[in-house]
T-cell receptor, first 112, second 115 residues
Framework: AQSVTQLDSQVPVFEEAPVELRCNYS??????LFWYVQYPNQGLQLLLK??????LVKGINGFEAEFNKSQTSFHLRKPSVHISDTAEYFC??????????FGPGTRLSVLP | NAGVMQNPRHLVRRRGQEARLRCSPV?????VYWYRQLPEEGLKFMVY????????ESGMPKERFSAEFPKEGPSILRIQQVVRGDSAAYFC?????????????FGDGTRLSIL
């Protein structure tokens, strides 16, 4: 079975500051990793995904994430956030033949 | 809008009533997934369906909950005799294939409130 931990339930940050949202996972088999964003009263939108290859993955809206196999982490970063980035961010993993397992989410609040 | 369509967006039911949640997948997608999101929590997998077949219902409560995806029409998540604990947001997702590397496209959810 897989599990996903997002240690920070809430992250407040000032506009134009950098941000890192942490994600750690546990799995005995190889997994694919995803980050989704959820704006208020909406569904999840895919930000980026890691399948294989380069461990640095670039996504939409200026976000990127780095896969670290030894630390079983997939942290999400953005060098300069905007007010519009305020949302809930979910890390998710999926293994072959299994279903998506989502983390509990991190609420990013961008302050003016 | 070619995305996943869910309706209704908001549904209010009294304890003991039935709730029916509908999901129309992205055109051409034959794989549908239902998730439940409780406040302050992530999404929890409930059921995975292909046309006319339930592939995996390991996340769905054994009683009162059922799901279908008929040959024609939307997928339906049905909750009978609702209780307060059923209050949650229910999300539907669809994908073109069942490959793990394919992202799932999510609808905007149905927010179910039980009085």
């Amino acid at each position: 079975a897989q599990s996903v931990t997002q240690l920070d339930s809430q992250v407040p940050v000032f506009e134009e500051a950098p941000v890192e949202l942490r994600c750690n996972y546990s799995s005995s088999v190889s997994v694919y990793l995803f980050w989704y964003v959820q704006y208020p009263n909406q569904g999840l939108q895919l930000l980026l995904k890691y399948l294989s290859g380069s461990t640095l993955v670039k996504g939409i809206n200026g976000f990127e994430a780095e896969f670290n196999k030894s630390q079983t982490s997939f942290h999400l970063r953005k060098p300069s956030v905007h007010i519009s980035d305020t949302a809930e961010y979910f890390c998710a993993v999926i293994a072959y033949g299994q279903n998506f397992v989502f983390g509990p989410g991190t609420r990013l609040s961008v302050l003016p | 809008n070619a995305g996943v369509m869910q309706n209704p967006r908001h549904l209010v039911r009294r304890r003991g009533q039935e709730a029916r949640l509908r999901c129309s997948p992205v055109k051409g997608h034959s794989h549908v997934y239902w998730y439940r999101q409780l406040p302050e929590e992530g999404l929890k997998f409930m059921v995975y369906l292909q046309k006319e077949n339930i592939i995996d219902e390991s996340g769905m409560p054994k009683e009162r909950f059922s799901a279908e995806f008929p040959k024609e029409g939307p997928s339906i998540l049905r909750i009978q005799q609702v209780v307060r604990g059923d209050s949650a947001a229910y999300f539907c997702a669809s994908s073109l294939t069942d490959r793990e590397d394919q992202p799932q496209h999510f609808g905007d959810g149905t927010r179910l409130s039980i009085l």
